[in-house]
């Protein structure tokens, strides 16, 4: 084992831990959908798709990502950790946080900064509690993990007020238009991205254009919004005849998605592909294309976070045909670089995630069954840098 490899942390401040399978038990139902039709539709040729451009993207995609050096935001000067806390807020406490919030913490280990790791359950209410729970304790820094800050102003301003650094991990995907005070510091979401990603995934696999269930959780947010914004601007570019129906549920209420998908696939039965904007809405999803009566081998799915009980799923012949999936270390040790910089006196550096596409050919690379340190690059050559960068500091 590595001497990087610690226990895992529990949660504190009074917010409490909330189990994935009571996230989903949410009571009521929530969706919307419409229509964007362009044509093309159920064609499996190549008329109204760049089929060649699409595929060339998902091979690109697929290619282990070369993410940036974290020496890149400069040196962690001199500074005696051992008195630092860092509150870690999830978004929620599905498998994929849970990872992603155990890299933040490994990355931390090696300065010796204290953590305490809190779990939302879907909403901002639940952000806001953990975020005032870190103010009370007088946390030194503050890490929002893939959620929009402005969905929490009022108190990420009270913990600046407080003197605390906040810093976003997987939470925003264009530099450009990313919100205070993330746009200061922090690791990108690939959720723009992402969303390209699904209509090349999708048309490579159709070899055309496709006619699609689109499923959003508009409640997350920007991350949701620029995820859309990249799907539709890829659908410009290489499916014009693609058709796409659209559907929203919030996250609280993804174990009632069952409902809604049998009733849009029963209404548009040409649909032929299924594009969930998160991977952990696919066992719901699942369950819908059942209660319709649908053939599920003639509704394939691709979708993206690299959930690992997802991945697991990507075999040849299944249903599910490829996720685009964000490297949870290498996001764990760039949030810790930043951070530990910050708290030394030195300055802020946003870190660009990038996504890493999986489908049969190159799944096997996650582990069986698979492992979210793995598939992504090498772990301890990350955490060795951050040690390299405290030695020199």
């Known amino acids: 084992m590595s001497r990087y490899t610690k226990r895992r942390q529990t949660a504190a401040g009074g917010v409490a831990l909330v189990a994935a399978g009571l996230l989903l038990a949410a009571c009521g139902s929530s969706s919307d959908s419409s229509s964007d039709s362009s044509g093309g539709g159920d064609s499996g040729g190549d008329s109204g798709a760049d089929v060649a451009a699409a595929q060339a993207a998902v091979d690109a995609a697929k290619q282990?990502?070369?993410?940036?050096?974290?020496?890149?935001?400069?040196?962690?000067?001199?500074?005696?950790?051992?008195?630092?806390?860092?509150?870690?807020?999830?978004?929620?406490?599905?498998?994929?946080?849970?990872?992603?919030?155990?890299a933040e913490v490994d990355g931390f280990d090696v300065a010796g900064v204290k953590t305490h790791v809190v779990a939302g359950d879907g909403t901002a209410a639940s952000w806001a509690a953990a975020i005032e729970a870190a103010i009370a304790a007088h946390a030194d820094a503050l890490n929002l993990m893939g959620m929009d800050p402005g969905l929490v102003a009022p108190q990420v301003k009270a913990a600046q007020q407080a003197g605390?650094?906040?810093?976003?991990?997987?939470?925003?995907?264009?530099?450009?238009?990313?919100?205070p005070p993330i746009n200061q510091g922090g690791v990108t979401g690939t959720w723009y991205d992402n969303g390209r990603l699904y209509v090349d995934m999708a048309v490579a696999n159709r070899k055309g254009p496709f006619n699609a269930l689109y499923i959003s959780s508009k409640d997350i947010g920007g991350n949701d919004e620029q995820m859309q914004?990249?799907?539709?601007?890829?659908?410009?570019?290489?499916?014009?005849?693609?058709?796409?129906?659209?559907?929203?549920?919030?996250?609280?209420?993804?174990?009632?998605?069952?409902?809604?998908v049998a009733s849009e696939l029963l209404r548009n039965p040409d649909t032929n592909f299924i594009i969930p904007g998160y991977d952990s809405m696919i066992p719901f999803i699942q369950a819908g294309i059942n209660q319709a009566g649908v053939d599920p081998s003639k509704l394939p799915i691709v979708s993206g976070n690299g959930s690992a009980e997802i991945l697991a799923m990507i075999k040849p012949g299944s249903q599910v045909k490829g996720n685009a999936g964000a490297g949870v270390t290498w996001m764990g040790a760039a949030v810790a670089t930043n951070i530990l910089r910050q708290m030394a006196g030195g300055d802020p550096h946003i870190y660009k995630l990038l996504p890493r596409v999986f489908d049969e050919t190159n799944v096997d690379e996650v582990g069986d069954p698979p492992d979210y340190t793995k598939g992504f690059g090498d772990r301890e050559a990350w955490l060795g840098e951050i040690q390299s960068l405290l030695d020199a500091g």
Do not use: H, R
């Open 164 to 179: 605390m650094i906040i810093t976003s991990s997987n939470s925003w995907g264009d530099t450009e238009t990313m919100p």
């Open 229 to 260: 914004k990249g799907f539709k601007d890829e659908l410009a570019k290489v499916c014009p005849g693609c058709k796409v129906t659209y559907l929203d549920q919030p996250v609280a209420k993804w174990s009632e998605l069952a409902g809604p």
């Open 64 to 102: 282990l990502p070369q993410y940036e050096p974290l020496a890149n935001g400069g040196p962690i000067p001199k500074t005696d950790f051992s008195n630092k806390q860092v509150y870690i807020v999830k978004y929620a406490d599905f498998p994929y946080n849970e990872a992603e919030a155990q």
